[in-house]
């Protein structure tokens, strides 16, 4: 069974960090690309960023790049998202997902407020 097991949200003020953290269990972690999808109150899902299985390719939208990095280690079956300079319009539930936004974790809250 896939688990996906999100970590590290919180409250933080404008111009903030966070990493966000997620444990992947159940499936071949390594050998399956990896996103985090946000999904806001009153609007619909966000893709915010993509990583491929090695880790040597990553991608994101306008909206976050270059603030935003993800990066995975495959010996921990662990899929992270460093997050600087917040913004408010960055306050969401962040979700870790596989290929095709097959499975999702749980997710966690990011508040971005003074």
């Known amino acids: 069974e896939v688990q996906l097991v999100e970590f590290g949200g919180g409250l933080v003020p404008p111009g903030g960090s966070l990493r966000l953290s997620c444990a992947a269990s159940?499936?071949?972690?390594?050998?399956?690309?990896m996103n985090w999808v946000r999904q806001a109150p009153g609007k619909g899902p966000e893709w915010v960023s993509e990583i491929n299985n090695g880790g040597d390719s990553t991608y994101y939208p306008d909206s976050v790049k270059g603030r935003f990095t993800i990066s995975r280690d495959n010996t921990k079956n662990t899929l992270y998202l460093q997050m600087n300079n917040l913004e408010p319009e960055d306050t969401a539930v962040y979700y870790c997902?596989?290929?095709?936004?097959?499975?999702w974790g749980l997710g966690t809250q990011v508040t971005v407020s003074s």
């Open positions: 159940g499936f071949t972690f390594g050998s399956k690309d």
């Open positions: 997902v596989t290929p095709a936004f097959e499975n």
